[in-house]
């Protein structure tokens, strides 16, 4: 694989240049179900998440303006706030801390808004893990790549609240 030659690992914008390419040329020539969208009502994906969203540490609150699907692939919208969900879960229970986890859907738009203490947003790298050795956690850093933000149409943008963290996803909805 072209993008794992020392060149690329040394200099970040020639990787990501590549890897821009490689994500035109899978999208170009594979047609798989991962890459397919459709109308995804967030009420139904917020509902298959019962068994993460009740946890002792976590006082769960989804609200929604509307009920307007989002045009996004189903998998990559369950798997992305099923992540941020454990993420803040994760958080607070090792701070022994009871969190207030909120969703709110409006329109295009999933904000997930917690106060678990948030953490060091500028620390996200591409491809690495800021978890302990052994633990996964490359999803997050993978999410908010710009590559793979177009290939699935939508932006991830994360802030640090001061008590905690909010992601906002934006789905294109062309």
Same mark, same amino acid.
């Given at each position: 694989?072209?993008?794992? !030659?020392? #060149?690329?690992?040394?200099?970040?914008?020639? *990787?990501?240049?590549?890897?821009? #390419?490689?994500?035109?040329?899978?999208m170009v020539n594979i047609n798989l179900d991962i890459f397919t969208t459709t109308e995804v009502n967030i009420n139904d994906i917020i509902n298959k998440m019962?068994?993460? &969203?009740?946890?002792?540490? @976590?006082? *769960?609150? *989804?609200?929604?303006?509307?009920?307007? %699907?989002?045009?996004?692939? %189903?998998?990559?919208?369950?798997? &992305?706030?099923?992540?941020?969900?454990?993420?803040?879960?994760?958080a607070a229970t090792r701070k022994g801390n009871i969190l207030n986890l909120s969703i709110v859907k409006y329109e295009n738009i999933i904000e997930i808004i917690d106060d678990c203490g948030g953490f060091d947003i500028s620390g996200i790298k591409i491809g690495h893990s800021s !978890?302990?050795?052994? #633990?996964?956690? @490359?999803f997050l850093s993978t999410i908010i790549d710009p590559a793979v933000n177009k290939m699935f149409g939508f932006t991830v943008d994360m802030y640090n609240t001061g008590t905690g963290t909010r992601t906002v996803l934006r789905f294109n909805n062309t």
């Open positions: 694989m072209r993008l794992s !030659k020392k #060149e690329y690992r040394e200099n970040l914008p020639k *990787f990501l240049e590549v890897y821009d #390419e490689c994500v035109a040329d899978i019962v068994n993460v &969203t009740r946890h002792p540490n @976590i006082n *769960f609150i *989804f609200e929604h303006e509307d009920n307007q %699907a989002i045009n996004a692939n %189903a998998n990559i919208v369950y798997s &992305t706030i099923k992540n941020l969900i454990e993420n803040s879960i994760e !978890k302990k050795s052994g #633990e996964h956690g @490359i």
